[in-house]
């Protein structure tokens, strides 16, 4: 499916928090809305592995689940709020109000480690930690484990699904459509092969994830 469109239409499943993990990441993949993460935003870092996202939501929660191949792995941090965009890593940027220029970076690395911040306007300097009792909030399940490890090289696949309570964002469903804005990232710059790659394409001369005018639009249908 073509990266460069930038409405996202997410659909809405109610009973998904009734499911088991296998269920939800099935129910994304037959029912959600998929894209590929794609645009290699910094020409120099040219290493491209496949990788893919499904979403839908339901009345408490928005679900995120990430698929990866890739040559080498590694996820050295294992706790809240470390540096886990070195390690095998996947990332969604979620802007609720697009009339509001706050908007929340979590990133995850593959045994489920996640970095949260809120931030404000353009750049990475205007950023906070969200506590540790606010991530712990957003369930994770991670196909590598929890276990830390050092680089790993082969061939791999692996998937990360997160699901955020919407009211983490300032949002509430009331069965009428909600129109936020994002951008979903791949990185993974203390490996062999670092590489940064976006959904929606980035001004690659400001060396940053963080640029809100890149954010493409994201309709909770």
């Given at each position: 499916?073509?990266?460069n469109?930038?409405n996202l239409?997410?659909?809405?499943?109610?009973n998904?928090?009734?499911?088991?993990?296998?269920?939800?990441i099935?129910?994304l993949e037959d029912?959600?809305?998929?894209?590929?993460?794609d645009?290699?935003?910094y020409?120099?870092?040219?290493?491209h592995?496949?990788?893919?996202?499904?979403?839908?939501y339901?009345?408490?929660?928005?679900?995120?689940?990430?698929?990866v191949?890739?040559?080498?792995l590694?996820?050295?941090?294992d706790?809240?709020?470390?540096?886990v965009?070195?390690?095998?890593?996947?990332?969604?940027?979620?802007?609720?109000?697009?009339e509001?220029?706050?908007?929340y970076?979590?990133e995850?690395n593959?045994?489920?480690a996640?970095?949260g911040?809120?931030?404000k306007?353009?750049?990475?300097?205007a950023c906070?930690f969200?506590?540790?009792?606010?991530?712990d909030?957003?369930?994770?399940?991670?196909?590598c484990?929890n276990?830390?490890?050092?680089?790993?090289?082969g061939?791999f696949t692996?998937n990360?699904?997160i699901?955020?309570?919407?009211d983490?964002l300032?949002?509430?469903?009331?069965?009428?459509?909600?129109?936020i804005k994002?951008n979903?990232y791949?990185?993974?710059?203390?490996t062999?092969?670092?590489?940064?790659?976006?959904w929606?394409?980035?001004?690659e001369?400001?060396r940053?994830?963080h640029q809100?005018?890149?954010?493409g639009?994201?309709?909770?249908?």
């Amino acid at each position: 499916m073509n990266s460069n469109i930038d409405n996202l239409i997410v659909p809405h499943i109610d009973n998904l928090g009734e499911m088991s993990t296998d269920g939800i990441i099935n129910a994304l993949e037959d029912n959600g809305v998929r894209r590929t993460i794609d645009h290699i935003d910094y020409k120099e870092f040219p290493y491209h592995p496949l990788t893919t996202f499904s979403m839908a939501y339901s009345k408490d929660m928005l679900y995120i689940d990430f698929f990866v191949r890739c040559n080498y792995l590694r996820s050295i941090n294992d706790r809240p709020n470390t540096p886990v965009h070195e390690d095998s890593c996947v990332a969604a940027y979620l802007q609720p109000d697009s009339e509001n220029n706050r908007y929340y970076a979590f990133e995850i690395n593959c045994i489920g480690a996640i970095s949260g911040m809120v931030c404000k306007g353009e750049g990475d300097g205007a950023c906070s930690f969200l506590d540790e009792s606010t991530i712990d909030r957003i369930k994770c399940y991670a196909s590598c484990g929890n276990r830390p490890f050092r680089e790993l090289e082969g061939l791999f696949t692996w998937n990360v699904l997160i699901a955020i309570p919407l009211d983490m964002l300032g949002l509430k469903y009331d069965g009428s459509p909600l129109s936020i804005k994002g951008n979903f990232y791949k990185c993974a710059s203390g490996t062999s092969q670092p590489h940064f790659l976006s959904w929606m394409p980035l001004d690659e001369t400001k060396r940053t994830f963080h640029q809100p005018k890149s954010f493409g639009n994201i309709i909770l249908s």
